[in-house]
């Protein structure tokens, strides 16, 4: 089965920190994707990368940064962590048009 | 506009009963339509996905139907079960050259009581 793995489930941060949300899958995909989930938002693309060092900014990548220096890693950072940001997080990989996601990290700005 | 829409918001029914929840779409150009499970607390889970081409597909006590006329989609439960409390998500993969985009719906969230 696919695995994406995302390093923290619970994270509570200070305004203005830096975050670091890592993801880590293992099959091998080209694709990945962070997502977050908003109550009434809904899913809504931060960015995406379909190879090593590229990426492509989503729908809302204002606040946001990736990295993606391993095919098999996907950070997400934030430069300087608001309280707007507390929210769900999904890191996904896709193959074709099966996208699998990870378990989520939950994101509170205090 | 590409828009996914789907109906209910909400849904309550009894264990064993059968629900349908509704997805519209207006999206193009239309490549595929996909439904997730969504539990509570953890990332969507593919169920199925349709083509153009397909009018219905099962997958297990799931079936989805695609009316690419009306851009419209179902997914039906059949024979409910507890595990099935989750939000089901519509997604709508829209393709223009080589580039794919996915437009997703907002959810429809079922509870399932005994």
């Known amino acids: 089965d696919v695995k994406v793995t995302q390093s923290s489930r619970y994270l509570v941060k200070r305004t203005g920190e830096k975050v670091f949300l890592e993801c880590v899958q293992d099959?091998?995909?080209?694709?990945m994707f962070w997502y977050r989930q908003d109550p009434g938002l809904g899913l809504r693309l931060i960015y995406f990368?379909?190879?090593?060092?590229?990426?492509e900014k989503g729908d809302i990548p204002e606040g946001y940064s990736v990295s993606r220096e391993k095919k098999e890693r996907f950070s997400l950072i934030l430069e300087s962590a608001s309280t707007n940001q507390t929210s769900m997080y999904l890191c996904a990989s896709s193959l074709l048009d099966t996208i699998y996601f990870g378990e989520g990290s939950w994101l509170t700005v205090v | 506009k590409n828009q996914v829409e789907q109906s209910p918001q909400s849904l309550i029914i009894l264990e064993g009963k059968n629900c349908t929840l509704q997805?519209?779409?207006?999206?193009?150009?239309?490549?595929?339509l996909r439904w997730y499970k969504q539990d509570t607390g953890r990332g969507p889970v593919s169920l199925t996905i349709?083509?153009?081409s397909e009018n219905t597909k099962s997958n297990g006590r799931y079936t989805a139907t695609l009316d690419a006329d009306t851009k419209q989609s179902s997914l039906h439960i059949t024979a409910s079960q507890l595990s099935d409390s989750a939000s089901y998500i519509c997604?709508?993969?829209?393709?223009?050259?080589?580039?794919?985009?996915?437009?997703w719906g907002l959810g429809t969230s079922l509870a399932v009581n005994p």
């Open positions: 997604v709508v993969s829209a393709m223009t050259g080589n580039n794919r985009k996915l437009i």
């Open positions: 349709m083509t153009f």
């Open positions: 099959m091998d995909h080209e694709n």
């Open positions: 990368s379909y190879d090593v060092k590229m990426k």
């Open positions: 997805c519209n779409y207006t999206v193009s150009p239309f490549s595929n």
